[in-house]
């Protein structure tokens, strides 16, 4: 299957697939055995997959207990969910029209693979997140970056419900011509309205 580096990415990869899928239910304990067995791998590079997708805030680990997968967000958890996002990408966005930015790569979407679980949906995920990570770079402080990232947003929220085709990027890009404008009132509200836009849209869906 590769070398190490290698697999233990793909065996990182099939492991979230399997917690965004709900293959392995939300608050559910997680087996090391179980899944080694089930992916055909040794216990080594799932471990190494559980402590990762700790970090990402998928799963926690207790004492005496090992590994549970972290449960969906309730409906008051969604909601302040966003509202924190839109507090701190707001900003994020409004900061970022004032530094140079010509330089900066802001990723574009592709289009998610209906009826294919996360696999048809993982690229948009990451490049979603990606998006909104170079953004929060771009405003150049450093602590409110870290602050963005911690949230896993995009991970948390795609548990509940996958984005629909093709219903973000001209809002990404109203997002990019704010901030490439030197306008941070108007990155601001491109943000806002993006943001609130997605919020509407997993609301449907949930």
């Known amino acids: 299957m590769g070398n190490r580096t290698t697999l233990s990415d793909e065996v990182y990869e099939a492991v979230k697939a399997l917690i965004m899928d709900h293959a392995i239910a939300p608050g559910a304990r997680v087996t090391i055995d179980a899944v080694s067995r089930q992916l055909d791998v040794s216990p080594t590079p799932v471990r190494e997959a559980l402590a990762r997708l700790e970090s990402d805030g998928l799963v926690v680990k207790r004492p005496m207990a090992g590994y549970t997968t972290t449960p969906l967000l309730t409906p008051g958890e969604f909601e302040q969910l966003f509202e924190v996002r839109l507090l701190l990408e707001c900003a994020a966005a409004a900061r970022a029209a004032t530094q140079e930015t010509s330089g900066v790569d ?61 219903t973000t990027e001209a809002e990404h890009a109203a997002i990019v011509a704010a901030i490439r404008s030197g306008d941070p009132s108007g990155a601001d509200s491109a943000m806002r309205a993006h943001l609130e836009a997605a919020r509407d849209r997993h609301r449907l869906r949930t």
């Open 106 to 166: 802001f990723p574009r979407l592709p289009r998610p693979v209906a009826d294919r679980g996360y696999a048809g949906h993982a690229a948009f995920t990451a490049a979603d997140a990606a998006f909104h990570d170079a953004v929060a770079v771009a405003g150049g402080n450093p602590l409110l970056r870290d602050a963005i990232t911690r949230l896993h947003a995009h991970l948390h929220v795609h548990r509940i419900s996958f984005p629909g085709a093709g």
